[in-house]
């Protein structure tokens, strides 16, 4: 069945090497969020959107690249709306946001997002170092 929906339809295929890579970098920040002395919502935050990149990982094998996708653009998605009310990490938050992001952007990179993340990459980044604008 999957031979048959492929024909119809190109799936983009990973590189296993660098998703192991970005698998292993997601894993040390989750375990570096959890160590932290962080604020316990932002903590929460980046540790549901670490864990759910870490299962789209482990899922791609089974799903392919929708599930990694859907993980990236769902942090994307809350990132941005965080950005707009100031409740977002920053630097004070041990760059933890920051990192985040570049880990994620080399996940979008590997999922094929890469064309929306390269804009947003200069407005998030420039965000997350400059902290809430009161």
Request: proline share 2%; aromatic share 4%.
């Amino acid at each position: 069945m999957s031979d048959s929906l492929a024909m119809h339809r190109s799936e983009l295929v990973a590189d296993p090497m660098e998703l192991s890579s970005i698998r292993n970098d997601l894993e040390e920040l989750l375990s570096q969020v959890l160590a932290a002395d962080l604020d316990a919502a932002v903590a929460t935050v980046l540790c549901r959107h670490l864990h759910e990149m870490i299962a789209s990982i482990d899922e791609y094998r089974i799903t392919g690249v929708v599930s990694i996708q859907d993980a990236v653009v769902r942090f994307i998605g809350d990132l941005e709306l965080r950005l707009a009310t100031d409740q977002y990490p920053t630097e004070k938050d041990g760059g933890f946001g920051k990192r985040v992001w570049e880990v994620a952007q080399r996940l979008a990179i590997v999922a094929g997002l890469a064309s929306g993340t390269a804009q947003l990459t200069t407005v998030v980044m420039a965000a997350l170092e400059a902290g809430p604008h009161h």
